[in-house]
T-cell receptor
Framework: GGIITQTPKFLIGQEGQKLTLKCQQN?????MYWYRQDSGKGLRLIYY???????QKGDLSEGYDASREKKSSFSLTVTSAQKNEMAVFLC?????????????FGEGSRLIVV | QQKVQQSPESLIVPEGGMASLNCTSS?????YFWWYRQHSGKSPKMLM?????GEKEEGRFTVHLNKASLHTSLHIRDSQPSDSALYLC??????????FGDGTVLTVKP
């Protein structure tokens, strides 16, 4: 089996600061995702990447940048952290972009803005 | 923008009872539905999926799909306290974009 590793587990930053979350997977999966989960709520798609060097905007991409320079890694940057975006950010991967492939999630990174 | 609507927002059932959760998509291109379960403080894990009309059963869990109305439901019989979790429905359009609903919080009371 494989694993998805998200770093850091907690990211503390100041309002207006640029902050980056990292995600690594060793499944050798093509497709990777970043979701945001506000407390007790569902998942909102920020960015996804069908394959290496591909980037697709999700429904919540404004205020975020993403980068997929290697197949195994996908990073997410909060361009200017705001207090109302304190949430858990979940990275996930699947074999490819086609229907029927299970998403595997990392343990999440919690963003705290002070 | 595709929407995935889940109901109810929260549900309390007694231990041993039946829990029924609903999910509807607004996107006619959806060809697969997923149910994920997320225990408190943990990441979501895939529970069941369905793509053809009808019903699919795995142990205590049954999923129904009506493709014409883009409605799926998850039924948990003989509910256990360990089933208490956030249940997330997701719609898949074969493009790589997987859209989730806001979830149903299930509490099973001993």
């Amino acid at each position: 089996g494989g694993i998805i590793t998200q770093t850091p587990k907690f990211l503390i930053g100041q309002e207006g600061q640029k902050l980056t979350l990292k995600c690594q997977q060793n499944f050798n999966h093509d497709t990777m995702y970043w979701y945001r989960q506000d407390s007790g709520k569902g998942l909102r798609l920020i960015y996804y990447s069908i394959t290496e060097n591909d980037l697709q905007k999700g429904d919540l991409s404004e205020g975020y940048d993403a980068s997929r320079e290697k197949k195994s890694s996908f990073s997410l940057t909060v361009t200017s952290a705001q207090k109302n975006e304190m949430a858990v950010f979940l990275c996930a991967s699947s074999i490819d972009r086609f229907s029927g492939n299970t998403l595997y999630f990392g343990e999440g990174s919690r963003l705290i803005v002070v | 923008q595709q929407k995935v609507q889940q109901s109810p927002e929260s549900l309390i059932v007694p231990e041993g009872g039946m829990a029924s959760l609903n999910c509807t998509s607004s996107d006619r291109n959806v060809d697969y539905f997923w149910w994920y379960r997320q225990h408190s403080g943990k990441s979501p894990k895939m529970l069941m999926s369905i793509f053809s009309n009808g019903e699919k059963e795995e142990g205590r869990f049954t999923v129904h799909l009506n493709k014409a109305s883009l409605h799926t439901s998850l039924h948990i019989r003989d509910s256990q306290p360990s089933d208490s979790a956030l249940y997330l429905c997701a719609a898949d359009t074969n493009t790589g974009k997987l859209t989730f609903g806001d979830g149903t919080v299930l509490t099973v009371k001993p």
